[in-house]
């Protein structure tokens, strides 16, 4: 019996790690995405433009190449490695967060755009500055928002590449649900694989569905305001 309650509660620690980073990293992501993603569309800047292209350019960044820079920079004779953070939950927030940020800036950079392009001239018109534009668009976006937040999300508790390379797979100290999963599917073990899959397939049937709820009120309210 003991066996059996030693395997559930490895299996619940596994999870609590995976969704305590997964939520810190996109916390961390949408608080510098948010203000970056609407000011690219509301404020003019030299290297706007080419903050745009980056910024959708990384949407699709290789994981492996970010922990593989992340690696480097935690190491020992790495910038960062004073921190200690290698092979620490820490360097897992932050390969995370680096893969969320650019995801959550594009998506909110759109529909600000979107947004600056129909209200911009009325909020100009009625004397607003342009933090207060910023603040005005954000609120006109907030079901978007919440979709690029859990598309972000999405990104995270998925991560499997950058979070090996920088966390270690640790038993009881790094190891996530989709590190698990690789780890057990390659020992042969795959009852523990199959239902931290069960677990992640559940979480993201649980996203899509509430992004797809969410686009769905956006439409209805845009109809409703023209």
């Given at each position: 019996?003991s066996?059996v309650?030693?395997?559930?509660?490895?299996?619940?620690?596994?999870?609590?790690?995976?969704?305590?980073?997964s939520?810190?990293?996109?916390a961390?992501?949408?608080?510098?995405a948010?203000?970056?993603?609407?000011a690219?569309a509301?404020?003019?800047f030299p290297?706007?433009r080419?903050?745009v292209?980056?910024?959708n350019?990384?949407?699709?960044?290789p994981?492996?190449?970010?922990g593989l820079?992340?690696y480097?920079?935690?190491?020992?004779?790495?910038p960062?490695g004073?921190?200690?953070?290698l092979?620490?939950?820490a360097a897992?927030?932050?390969?995370q967060?680096?893969?969320?940020?650019?995801?959550?800036?594009?998506?909110?950079?759109?529909?600000?755009e979107?947004?600056?392009a129909?209200?911009?001239?009325?909020?100009i018109?009625?004397?607003a500055s342009?933090?207060q534009?910023?603040?005005?668009?954000?609120?006109?976006?907030?079901?978007?928002?919440?979709?690029?937040?859990?598309?972000?999300?999405?990104r995270?508790?998925?991560?499997v590449?950058?979070?090996?390379?920088v966390?270690?797979?640790?038993r009881?100290?790094?190891r996530?649900?989709t590190?698990?999963?690789?780890?057990?599917?390659?020992q042969?073990?795959l009852?523990?694989?199959l239902?931290?899959?069960?677990?992640?397939?559940?979480?993201s049937?649980?996203?899509?569905?509430t992004?797809?709820?969410?686009?769905?009120?956006?439409?209805?309210?845009g109809?409703?305001?023209?």
């Amino acid at each position: 019996m003991s066996g059996v309650e030693g395997a559930v509660t490895e299996f619940l620690q596994i999870i609590q790690l995976s969704l305590g980073v997964s939520f810190a990293a996109t916390a961390i992501a949408t608080a510098v995405a948010l203000p970056l993603g609407s000011a690219l569309a509301v404020v003019d800047f030299p290297g706007r433009r080419a903050v745009v292209v980056l910024a959708n350019a990384f949407f699709g960044l290789p994981p492996v190449v970010v922990g593989l820079i992340l690696y480097l920079a935690l190491s020992r004779s790495g910038p960062l490695g004073l921190l200690g953070w290698l092979f620490t939950p820490a360097a897992m927030i932050v390969a995370q967060a680096l893969l969320a940020m650019p995801i959550i800036t594009a998506l909110v950079h759109r529909a600000s755009e979107r947004a600056w392009a129909r209200y911009g001239d009325e909020l100009i018109c009625d004397g607003a500055s342009r933090r207060q534009a910023i603040l005005q668009i954000l609120a006109i976006i907030r079901a978007d928002i919440i979709t690029a937040v859990l598309a972000g999300f999405g990104r995270t508790v998925s991560e499997v590449g950058a979070v090996i390379l920088v966390g270690g797979n640790i038993r009881g100290a790094t190891r996530t649900m989709t590190t698990t999963i690789a780890l057990q599917t390659s020992q042969g073990d795959l009852s523990l694989a199959l239902a931290l899959g069960a677990v992640l397939v559940g979480i993201s049937i649980s996203i899509s569905a509430t992004v797809f709820a969410l686009a769905g009120r956006a439409r209805t309210a845009g109809s409703d305001e023209t």
